[in-house]
């Protein structure tokens, strides 16, 4: 049995209930505002402060029954408009707990209470916002930004900044989807500057950081992403009993760190983040799949396979990494596969745009030079017409790959160049990394060896510092090196043609593993792969086959 509050440590409770609140010090507001209601009713005011650091720190249970309480404390006082505000946020934080059926119950009540308050008011402005979430999740962007800037208008009319930042940013998302990019991003960056001059509800501060971080991600604005990610942090480094609202941002917070080349770091906080319960289901896929890229850069097959399938169970598409990782494990055909399918399930240009560089390259690993020169065309297309730099260099790797695998080294090569540059100044060595190796073949192929070394032995330390355990593997084993011609008519890559010929002349795997400067094991698999390839089950065989294909030249004795 409890012991009961006097009057006088209620008091002293309420006040040090606003004093942590003022602190932002969340969950010791809500055991003290709790305290101070236990002696007697709080007012409201106390309330809605219970309200926000109930949600600021992710205690779900409390924060339901103050929003009832409200609701009807305000109904009962004839403040229908202030009783439908407090309802609406009840549906807004189940609907992103994935509660839809609860979430849709308040917002009919909200609605209920605004169509009895028979005229306009600030709740009207925020039963807006969840439909211009479903016309953006169904590609209406037109009638979603309409919408989103009526809510606006309805907060600037009740002078209430929270709804008409919600409104702009959700107005500036739109944009970013419908590709106008600089138009979009410029609206969100005015919103944020009006975030960072304060004002606002700690928790409309919180979701604007996060919305904004999103869209920044989506447009493959880094820059812009990695210096919001970035306030937010600190913001919520001044405020550690801040639980609900890190969710997303430390998933991006992650691909940041793990694009920065700092995978330990991007592992702690993946796993910092996944320990949190009140992190809705998406979003702990979104950390898993976070989880599951790392382990498979560092080469970690196993660890990265676990990973991906613990994503799918939270419902994120574990593509394309997925698809990446099959890839490594010798399994190109199921690869292409599943990325084709995810690339014709995806309308959104933008979105295309994240996927069409694995696309390009499971292409390739699958020796299918047309279809990488497709997707590497349609990214440039939506690379030109949406704009930015990280963009334009996505489609540049992935212009200079397709031209390198067609044998066309001198086109890679500025290509290739111009990625280089965009990535290594963004601070992304891993990328700019594996561009090296490609300008390494590159520069093999037209006669420069200085050139070739150079940018071999600058990807290779990269890959070593990071730990990039498979890269490491394809520059030891020759795979990443192999010399670039135009694939032949037989599907055989330049490698192995070139291991074709040797095996011709009667050398043996190992006298060819000596030519090549390769390891016997990596000309075991090239043999076997050309046995594959050309239908032949012997060496006398493929001798005949090259013979006959012209593949090497008759000498006289």
């Known amino acids: 049995m409890s012991t009961p509050v006097t009057d006088d440590e209620g008091t002293g409770?309420?006040?040090?209930?606003?004093?942590?609140?003022?602190?932002?010090?969340?969950?010791?507001?809500?055991?003290?505002?709790?305290?101070?209601?236990?002696?007697?009713?709080?007012?409201?005011?106390?309330?809605?402060?219970?309200?926000?650091s109930a949600a600021m720190s992710a205690r779900d249970g409390e924060l339901f029954q103050v929003y009832e309480r409200l609701a009807a404390l305000y109904s009962d006082a004839g403040n229908l408009a202030a009783a439908a505000r407090s309802s609406f946020w009840a549906g807004f934080r189940l609907a992103a707990m994935g509660e839809t059926a609860q979430s849709g119950g308040w917002y009919a009540r909200a609605q209920r209470l605004v169509d009895e308050h028979k005229q306009e008011c600030v709740a009207t402005g925020y039963l807006m916002l969840p439909s211009i979430r479903r016309h953006?999740?169904?590609?209406?962007?037109?009638?979603?930004l309409r919408v989103a800037r009526e809510a606006s208008a309805i907060g600037e009319r009740f002078a209430d900044r929270d709804l008409v930042t919600f409104g702009r940013q959700l107005e500036g998302r739109v944009l970013v989807l419908q590709g106008k990019i600089e138009e979009g991003l410029g609206l969100l960056d005015e919103v944020m500057v009006s975030v960072i001059a304060g004002g606002l509800s700690p928790i409309v501060t919180a979701l604007t950081y996060c919305a904004v971080i999103d869209a920044c991600h989506q447009a493959c604005s880094l820059d812009r992403a990695r210096e919001w990610t970035s306030a937010f942090g600190t913001l919520c480094d001044s405020q550690p009993q801040s639980a609900h609202f890190g969710g997303i941002c430390l998933a991006h917070r992650a691909e940041i760190l793990q694009l920065g080349g700092e995978w330990e770091k991007a592992l702690a906080e993946v796993r910092r983040a996944e320990r949190r319960e009140s992190i809705p289901r998406p979003i702990q896929g979104e950390m898993l799949y976070q989880e599951a890229e790392i382990h498979r850069l560092r080469g970690e097959t196993k660890l990265a396979e676990e990973a991906y399938r613990a994503a799918s169970a939270y419902g994120r598409d574990p593509q394309p990494g997925l698809a990446l990782l099959r890839v490594v494990q010798g399994r190109a055909d199921a690869a292409v596969t599943a990325i084709r399918r995810l690339v014709d399930a995806t309308v959104v240009p933008l979105e295309?745009?994240?996927?069409?560089?694995a696309f390009v390259e499971i292409s390739l690993a699958a020796n299918d030079v047309a279809g990488a020169r497709s997707g590497s065309d349609e990214l440039m297309r939506i690379a030109t017409s949406n704009g930015g730099e990280v963009l334009e260099a996505m489609a540049a790797h992935a212009r200079g790959a397709v031209a390198l695998a067609a044998g066309d080294a001198r086109a890679a090569v500025?290509?290739?160049?111009?990625?280089?540059?965009?990535w290594h100044a963004a601070g992304a060595p891993y990328i700019a990394a594996r561009i090296r190796v490609s300008l390494s073949r590159a520069c093999r192929a037209l006669g420069d060896e200085d050139g070739a070394e150079l940018e071999l032995s600058a990807a290779r330390g990269v890959f070593e510092r990071l730990g990039a355990a498979h890269d490491l593997e394809r520059l030891d084993s020759g795979v990443a090196t192999d010399p670039v011609e135009p694939p032949s008519e037989h599907g055989l890559t330049a490698r192995e043609l070139q291991v074709l010929r040797l095996l011709a002349t009667g050398m043996t795997n190992k006298a060819i593993s000596v030519e090549l400067v390769l390891s016997e094991k990596t000309v075991d698999r090239h043999v076997s792969n050309i046995f594959t390839k050309t239908g032949v089950g012997s060496r006398a065989a493929a001798t005949a086959f090259a013979y006959e294909r012209g593949l090497v030249v008759r000498t006289r004795g």
């Open 13 to 52: 409770a309420a006040e040090q209930g606003r004093a942590s609140f003022a602190a932002r010090r969340w969950n010791d507001a809500v055991d003290d505002f709790l305290r101070a209601d236990a002696g007697a009713p709080l007012a409201v005011a106390d309330l809605e402060n219970l309200a926000t």
């Open 414 to 422: 500025p290509c290739l160049r111009r990625a280089f540059d965009v």
């Open 136 to 144: 953006m999740a169904s590609a209406q962007y037109e009638v979603a």
């Open 352 to 357: 295309r745009a994240r996927l069409l560089p």
